[in-house]
Nanobody, 117 residues
Framework: QVQLVESGEGLVQAGGPLGLSCAAPRIIGLLNVMGWYRQAPGKQRELVAT???????NYADSEKGRFTISRDNAKNTVYLQMNSLKPEDTAVYYCNANLVGRPQEYWGQGTQVTVSS
């Protein structure tokens, strides 16, 4: 079982920045791919960005150049720095991770990001 604890929920004006973090404080094993997904009201959950243990990254096209995903393997933590936020970035953001050698995925509880115009 992997518990993912997100932080960084907030309300920000369009054009502003916001940072999210997600930690796995108690795990047995090594975290493999970690990522962020989001779900806006009435829409399906979608990929924001992922990062491998070796720090290879993948971004959704709409986030390229605005968002940066990073991780600290020693702290079992993944970060998402969001810049130039737009109202359409408003959503609940979910952290996602799996363990090396195991297919099961784990999800955080979600954190609300609201961008006002």
């Amino acid at each position: 079982q992997v518990q993912l604890v997100e932080s960084g929920e907030g309300l920000v004006q369009a054009g502003g920045p916001l940072g999210l973090s997600c930690a796995a404080p108690r795990i047995i094993g090594l975290l493999n791919v970690m990522g962020w997904y989001r779900q806006a009201p009435g829409k399906q959950r979608e990929l924001v960005a992922t990062i491998t243990r070796g720090r290879s990254t993948n971004y959704a096209d709409s986030e390229k150049g605005r968002f940066t995903i990073s991780r600290d393997n020693a702290k079992n933590t993944v970060y998402l720095q969001m810049n130039s936020l737009k109202p359409e970035d408003t959503a609940v953001y979910y952290c996602n991770a799996n363990l090396v050698g195991r297919p099961q995925e784990y999800w955080g509880q979600g954190t609300q990001v609201t961008v006002s115009s």
